[in-house]
């Protein structure tokens, strides 16, 4: 059978939330970074794709270019419907990409009509009468207004979007919402005959996502957060092209050694490491400072936490890491400079994860979002098949590659304190 939903996500993480969610509701998802040469093998079963881009931030030509390169492929694949994933914050400037991204998949999906909810209440993030709200706060009350890229400084979204598309945006508000699909469908049909091309859509609930997704189950193009993605298992269930697939979060075992390596300075990462020393895991740090001076600064750095690693690894999982305080922290980038202690920080990470790989670890977890993607970089994966839950948002997977290796990719602030110990006894 072929591909049912075809996403494409303007991140990592978000592709992987997405991914999350799908599985869940029982559709067998497979995440490809990046648009892939050829076909996936026949081998790989799978009811969705999620293609991962890097466009949130690029600039919106080079977004347009991506997403329709990704939207090729799915389409190349047979998928029946395809899914623009954003931020729930509807991360975006006046000049893109979401507006512009949207309409460049309407033109070369040749549809008219489009929704865009970026609404997920599980995490407080709720729109009413096309204002959003995170948590208690308007949008442009909450940190998102101070974001580095992608200030937010506008809560109503219907503004936002007009701003950033030709096309004419309106609002499906939530008297239509709680009026159910058939009042969805309605309004829609409405919408469109007044000239209308995008809804943004109210929801303040997970049953108001349903309503939303059964109304749009014939719309070629549905643009969101990973929200939408709820009823989207039902609806293709409902048509009797889903079968029911209980294994749908089950992975393949992938037996070998365990370790974890983190970049991840958050809050949450340092509770996790704290606990995991709490129970005894022998860990290492990694300072950024010695990472530079000489030539072999870093090698020399890389093979003193291997040194350190390969002879524990047999009695249970270690961990690597450069997570430190927010203040140890200044005085790195005071010292390298912020994007080199990143850079340098995230490839000598990469490189001690190629190592552990090289000597048996076949279960990984990565604390870090740009540390992740520095990893599975250098792992040279491609794609992930999507499996259990370990914390909202986070997933174990296992790479489609010819050794294929359990990966948690975490990023920074998810999970609960004692996420690393949970993450192993979800594995068999
Ligand atoms: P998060 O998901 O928490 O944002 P990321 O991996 O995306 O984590 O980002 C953390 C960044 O901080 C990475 O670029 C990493 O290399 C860098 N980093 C990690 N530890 C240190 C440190 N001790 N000093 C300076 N930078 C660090």
Request: glycine fraction near 8%.
């Amino acid at each position: 059978m072929s591909i049912l939903l075809g996403c494409i996500a303007d991140d990592f993480t978000g592709a992987t939330d997405l991914a999350g969610m799908l599985v869940q509701g029982g559709m067998r998802t497979v995440q490809i970074i990046g648009v892939p040469d050829g076909p996936l093998p026949p081998s790989i079963d799978a009811d969705a794709v999620v293609i991962a881009l890097k466009s949130r931030t690029s600039p919106a030509q080079d977004a347009v270019t991506d997403s329709l390169a990704a939207l090729s492929w799915l389409r190349a694949a047979g998928c029946r419907q395809i899914y623009f994933k954003y931020c729930s914050t509807f991360d975006s400037t006046d000049q893109g990409n979401i507006g512009p991204v949207i309409d460049a998949l309407m033109k070369a999906l040749n549809t008219s009509f489009t929704i865009a909810c970026p609404a997920f209440p599980e995490n407080g993030r709720t729109i009413f009468k096309g204002y959003l709200f995170v948590g208690d706060m308007l949008l442009e009350e909450s940190g998102m207004r101070q974001h580095p890229l992608t200030p937010m400084t506008d809560s109503n979204l219907v503004r936002v979007l007009q701003r950033q598309t030709t096309s004419r945006v309106g609002l499906i508000d939530h008297l239509s919402i709680a009026a159910g699909a058939p009042a969805i469908r309605d309004r829609i049909e409405q919408m469109k005959i007044e000239g209308l091309r995008i809804a943004v859509v109210d929801a303040t609930s997970n049953d108001d996502l349903m309503q939303i997704s059964q109304a749009c189950a014939n719309l070629p193009l549905l643009t969101a957060g990973s929200g939408v993605a709820l009823g989207l298992p039902q609806n293709f269930r409902a048509q009797g092209l889903l079968a029911q697939h209980d294994a749908a979060t089950q992975l393949p075992p992938t037996p070998g050694l365990r370790a974890i390596v983190c970049g991840s300075c958050s809050q949450a990462t340092q509770a996790q490491l704290a606990d995991l020393a709490t129970k005894g895991v022998p860990s290492y740090a990694i300072d950024p400072l010695q990472l530079t001076g000489s030539t072999n600064a870093l090698n020399d750095a890389v093979a003193a936490a291997m040194a350190w690693a390969a002879p524990l690894l047999a009695q249970g999982p270690v961990a690597v890491y450069a997570t430190a305080s927010a203040s140890r922290v200044k005085v790195v980038q005071e010292a390298l400079g912020t994007e080199r202690a990143g850079r340098l920080v995230e490839t000598a990470l990469a490189s001690v994860a190629q190592q552990l790989v090289a000597l048996g670890v076949r279960q990984l977890i990565v604390a870090g979002g740009e540390t992740s993607g520095a990893v599975v970089t250098a792992l040279k994966i491609s794609s992930l098949r999507i499996g259990p839950q370990i914390d909202p948002g986070v997933p174990w997977t296992v790479s489609l590659n010819d050794t294929p290796i359990s990966l948690a990719l975490k990023s920074g602030n998810f999970g609960s304190i004692d996420f690393f110990s949970k993450a192993w006894s979800l594995l068999p």
